[in-house]
């Protein structure tokens, strides 16, 4: 099947098991979707005009939200571009994401994030939902202005990879947050312990000889923001969480009742920083990657639902930028494309999570996190869906990626679970059929 429009938005979805974790129905039913909405029951001639879709043992389930994504437009389109960030994410079964406003020039005032409205709506094949500054230039000093931001159509307040050192300022933009019904994400990192670093601080940064990063940096600022958000009654959302210590204090916070959520990466609760090993730069990320103990008290956390969800930090570089000594090389790499086969390999078939579990961290739960619209498998909904098959195997190569960029950890890793199509708005903007 062609990724363009058909008649009518109109798809005959044939023989798929339905995942639905809005409604938590699993049931192997037909799927039919006219005007790119769901419809209970077509009329007869729906059947002579509608696409039809081969769905047998594969999954259908809503298309995933992912809360951290980086599109680079404006300033660094070589890297990626709204347009090609989004056809990566409907290539791994995303219709729905939250960008980061580390642009350039950053998202810190409305004219920015008019410009980026602008290339959404003209270049985007799916949803894609802009943020701006928490503070002026992205710099931790000044508060940008957040009404007017709000006012242009900010979804959230983050500083899209980076952490407000003042406390007070963090206190006053979570004053400011909570007046105008405003989440605030933040990238949790203590600065002062991490100049210079570029790996986990442990056993393998000593053998390898570079400078470690301590899971401290990031337990000192997710104290910080469970006692912030305590203060002020604000919702802050803890982006890709990496150590087991600030798990532990979420838990205890959290028991409390204080309005704080979390997400882990694909990447980090699937490695470790043993694989730093060949000193390779598509291992280099922020946080970074952490100890086996770290890594698998994220998957128990993900078990008991101290994690909220999963969202993968795509952050594209160049394979010129990348291709450094590993001091050197920027952090980041991308995932949109494979967030979705990591995690059925690492938690459906490797942890024996349910696939309405893993649906819900990557579906449901970041929108009711950020109050987005369902995206159920229910009539009058728009036909925003996926269907992949849990049990195919496909081998991650970089040739085939949708994004610019191609600094993934998984080129050349066989991963389960292959995506076929997604849909959007009953638009197929990527198909394998």
Known sequence: MKETDNQNNALWVRGGTLVDPYTKKEEKRDLY????????????????????VDAADCIVAPGLTDLQVHFREPGETHKETIETGSRAAAAGGFTRVVCMPNTSPVCDHAG?????????????CIEVLPTGCITKGAEGKELSPIGSLKNAGAVALTEGGKCVQNNELMCRALEYAKMLDMIILDHCQDYSMT?????????WSFKLGLRGWPHEAEDLMVARDA????????????QNISSGSAIDIIERVRSRGVPITVEVTPHHFSLTDAALEGYETCFKMNPPL?????????????????????SCDHAPHTEDEKDLEFDY?????????????????????????????????????????MGFESKALVPMNDANFMIFDPNASWTVDKEGFASKSKNSPWVGRTLKGDLKLTSYRGNVVFSKF
């Open 195 to 203: 100049e210079n670093a570029v790996m986990n601080e442990g056993e």
């Open 227 to 238: 006692i912030l958000a305590e203060k002020t009654g604000t919702p802050i959302h803890l």
């Open 290 to 310: 952490r100890s086996e103990a770290n890594r698998q008290r994220i998957l128990q956390a993900l078990k008991d639902g101290i994690v909220d969800c999963i």
């Open 33 to 52: 979707v006219e005007e790119g909405k769901y419809v209970e029951k077509p009329e007869e001639s729906f059947f002579k005009y509608a696409e039809e």
């Open 112 to 124: 920015v994030l008019r410009l980026i409205s602008h290339e959404i709506e003209t270049g985007a």
């Open 329 to 369: 090389a920027p952090f980041g790499v991308i995932g949109l494309e494979t967030s979705l086969a990591v995690s059925v390999t690492e938690l459906y078939h490797e942890e024996g999570f349910s696939l309405m579990r893993i649906m819900e961290l990557m579906a449901s739960v970041p929108d009711q996190i």
